[in-house]
């Protein structure tokens, strides 16, 4: 379990009725097509759990973004478990154009040289699979990104790229720019040795009501219907 920080946690149920337990355990609302991290987890990869929170979440949006592809398997979820006619749009440092990442002088070493790791794929988990023909592959680093194709046009953004802090704080801002009313941003890996989400999203919590997803690292913020 994880301990009390800033931001409130809360059941997964009570952030939203479709991830909510009945007597039997979860619904059957929450049934999604899944993989398993089994006994090799992948790389950058979420938790079974936060995966099976994506892909339910998924299966009702139209137009879903990811900050941070990695190896794909986030994508695949999100494309799998969504509408027929959704898009999921994900961005990734292309693997020979490291050096457009945009380092700020006050991000932390070790999760700037993660960022670049994770960002050597050109094949994905997604690619030759039913669910790419619903997928775009961006290509580019994200402080460089124009948000306007999307502004408030998405119904799910996923923020799981850099997690150094000028990153997260640029991410955040594009996803909120990019977002819709009723629309949901999730970050991963709110916790404190991964300082730079822990802190922004501290600080963020005292301008937004967000809310921080029991038993995993994933903090979630839902616009209001009524938001212009």
């Known amino acids: 379990m994880l301990g009390s920080w800033p931001v409130e946690t809360v059941s997964l149920g009570s952030f ?19 993989i398993s991290q089994g006994d090799a987890p992948a790389v950058g990869g979420t938790s079974d759990l936060e995966s099976w929170i994506l892909s339910v979440l998924a299966k009702d949006r139209k137009t879903i973004f990811e900050f941070g592809t990695c190896t794909g398997k986030t994508t695949y979820h999100l494309a799998r478990n969504s509408s027929a006619e959704a898009r999921v749009i994900t961005l990734t440092l292309p693997p020979d154009g490291h050096q457009a990442y945009q380092s700020d002088g006050k991000d932390d070493r070790e999760h700037t040289g993660i960022a670049l790791r994770e960002s ?17 592959q961006l290509y580019g680093d994200s402080k460089s990104l124009d948000v306007a194709p999307w502004a408030k046009s998405c119904d799910l953004v996923f923020i799981d790229g850099s997690h150094a802090y000028s990153y997260v704080v640029s991410d955040t801002e594009k996803a909120l720019a990019m977002l819709k009313p009723g629309g949901i941003v999730l970050w991963h890996d709110y916790r404190p040795k991964v300082s730079g989400v822990f802190r922004y999203l501290n600080e963020l919590s005292k301008q937004l009501p967000l809310t921080h997803l029991a038993r995993t690292s994933l903090v979630a913020y839902r616009k209001p219907v009524e938001a212009p």
């Not at 939203?16 to 899944?34: C, H, K, M, S």
């Open 120 to 136: 050597r794929f050109s094949r994905f988990l997604y690619t030759g699979t039913i669910a790419e023909p619903k997928i775009e």
């Open 16 to 34: 939203d009725p479709v991830l909510g337990a009945t007597e039997f355990g979860p619904g059957l609302d929450g049934e999604i097509r899944f």
